[in-house]
DNA sequence: GAGGCCATGTAATGAGTTACATGATTAT
DNA sequence: ATAATCATGTAACTCATTACATGGCCTC
């Protein structure tokens, strides 16, 4: 039921093609809020457009097909966007591995952690460099939502890197850890 | 194809029944990991013990089976912690929403993110709570499993307060933002 | 003995992935 | 011309949720 609202969303913030939308769930907003393939974003336009919430604005070469959000389907938007989130229901296999991660031996676990601990240094020094980009381009302002979506990012994978940090301590400090008999 | 992982390293930590596993997916976990309902738990454990991955340990009142990893379904689990983890796919729908703001009037997406930064202060004094009693009751070190997961949630919820936070101010400091006409 | 929670299961439906399939345009 | 990428769609399958269904145990 979630994806409707990002096509909406995405939509919102700039018409685009179901190719565009499946490029745009790949990367940035797919690593950390949703994610779909060209397989289910297709027949959902169709479905959106049958329901009268976006419309075609645009045919371009190869039967490419822009879509836009009608009033209708803003107005849609708005309400699920202030209606009350329904919590609990997260699907993060990144972080699964690392709730798991005692039942490793604790130099395995210690490996494991290096490695996120990289790739969370990493992922964050692109976001701030993309971050840069975003305010660049819009001029003075940082609220955008390219912006804003970065700046999530990067709070979180150095909350990730500090987490990890702290966590290569604690198990080297731990002599229960892995419970292995 | 993640959940029989959720479901032995679960059960690696501590053995439990299909009615506790359904328990621990609801808080916790749930949050940000992994989720599952009772009615896909139940056939999973089917499954794994079919393959010889779990088994009964003891049964007890109403039909109560307790089930634990085999040697094999450690093996596997292992396997699956020390492979390469796939990126991506992430589902997050208290997140996706945050991404979709900028549909928002200013106000509204201002009020928005006052209660996403309450709830994530509110989330993080619980944890740390929780934390607080895991330490106390393992003795001193806190680098075992309820630990671990505790801390990753308090570092998380508190990277949510801090974007929500600057992300308030940005906005109200955008003049572009909600690109309304 | 009644109400609540413990405990397990199945069926129907919906959401999501992988694989199959096709063709137009662009750059080299 | 040929390879890469753009662009859309469908079919088969698996994963996940909601709803249906049943019964035992425990407390009051």
Redesign the pocket.
């Known amino acids: ?3 409707r609202f990002a096509l909406l969303g995405l939509l919102d913030v700039q018409p685009s ?4 939308l ?1 490029q745009r769930f790949a990367r940035g907003i797919g690593s950390y809020a949703w ?6 974003i ?2 959902e ?2 479905k959106l457009t049958d329901e009268g919430l976006i419309e075609i604005t645009e045919t ?6 822009t879509y836009a959000p009608t009033p209708a389907g803003r107005e849609e938007l708005r309400g699920w966007l202030l209606g009350k989130p329904n919590a609990g ?1 997260a ?1 993060n296999e990144f972080v699964l591995r690392l709730f798991l991660l005692s039942s490793l031996e604790p130099e395995e676990a210690v490996a494991v952690l290096d490695g996120t601990l990289r790739f969370a240094r990493e992922q964050e020094a692109l976001l701030e460099q993309e971050f840069a980009a975003a305010v660049a381009e819009a001029g003075v302002p940082s609220g955008s939502s390219p912006g804003l979506a970065a700046r999530y990012g990067i709070h979180s994978y150095r909350a990730l890197a500090e987490w990890a940090d702290w966590a290569r301590a604690a198990i080297a400090g731990d002599p229960t850890f892995g419970h292995r008999r």
Do not use: V
Not at 17 to 20: A, E, I, K, L, V
Not at 35 to 40: D, G, L, T, V
Not at 60 to 65: D, E, F, H, I, L
């Open positions: 039921m979630s994806l093609s179901g190719y565009d499946t994610s779909a393939k060209h397989s289910q297709y027949p336009l169709r371009g070469a190869r039967g490419r097909k229901g699907r």
